[in-house]
Structures are given as C-alpha cells and as structure tokens.
C-alpha cells in the first residue's frame, strides 16, 4: 500500500465482537496480541480503514489495494449488522467476489449503517433511567436508546453533522466526547 493511502487505515484492537477499538500511537501491536494470546478468538487485531469522508474513499478506490480493504471491510460489515442490506442481500451476495469489488462497494454505499461505527452502550445523561448506542455516522451522530443491558429501544435521535452538531468536544482523559449541538 502506499504511504499516501495508508493514512486512511489504522491498526484496531477487537474488544468485542461488533467493537474495534483504534490502537493509540504509544500501543505495540505485539504487546496486545501476547496479552490477548490465550483468547478463543485467532487475533485479536485488525486493519480498518480510518476514513470519515465518503468522496476520498470513492477517490482512493482507483487504489487496488485500498479497493480490497474497503471491499472486506464491507462484507464484514454486512456480516455483523452494522451495514443493513435490507432486499438488497440477495444482489451484495451476487456480487461478493473480488473481481467485482467496485460494483458491490457502490451498492454498499447506499446502504443504511455504511461507513458507521457504533460504540458499546452507555449510560447517557440525556436519558432518565437509560442507556444508548452512540452511532457516528458519515452524516449524522445518533443515539439509539436501549436498556441497561444493551437491548435496543425504539426511541434514535439523529443530529446531522451539517445542521445539528456544531462542535464536538473530545476528553482522552475519561475517553469521553461531546457533541455541542443546536
């Protein structure tokens, strides 16, 4: 891969299935895959693209290898839930092969769910009694409510970054972030 489109993928620990967690710059990969050795899983690490901008990723898709990753990344996306196909399952299916990786990334990003990350529940101040699954999408920030256990309510708020969200302030200290919003 080169330099230039390696800056868009990022080395991620598997915290759980369905969670990736962005090793920091001060992580040795070599360490977390000793210290996770002895779990059922076969690693416990993995390349993703770190990438928030849908017009660069169609752009770095002229790269093949790029295309390839963003093309796997997708599939297991599609695979967890995070991309929802909807009726669209049966025509990704057909078209989940390698040499036809641009035309299934093209559907994909149509997709409900494509290019979010969605973060283990939470407790959220903004709720009661309750929790939420805190889903950063490539358009909006949105809060799905659930119960204490994670299982998922009915009740989203979706603030559009273009609109809604004015800033967003980050704590690395308590791994924290807020949204400043109208």
Known sequence: MSKEVSKFFALFEIVEYGFERKLQLNEYPHNLYIQN??????????????????SKEIELSEDNMAATFFFWQAIDDVNKGQIKPGNKLYELKALQDSSRKLEYLKLARQL?????????????????????????????????????????????????????IKR???????????????
């Open 112 to 164: 409900d769910g494509y290019g979010e990350i969605s973060f283990p529940h939470c407790s959220c101040d903004a709720r009661k009694e309750g929790h939420v699954v805190t889903t950063v999408g490539l358009t909006n920030l949105k809060l799905q409510a659930c119960k204490d256990d994670g299982t998922l309510e009915s009740q989203i708020i979706d603030f559009n970054w273009d609109t809604t």
């Open 37 to 54: 050795y002895s779990t059922a899983t076969s690693t416990c690490l993995l390349i993703r693209k770190w990438l928030f901008t849908l």
């Open 168 to 182: 967003m302030e980050l704590d690395d200290e308590r791994d924290v972030f807020s949204p400043k919003y109208t």
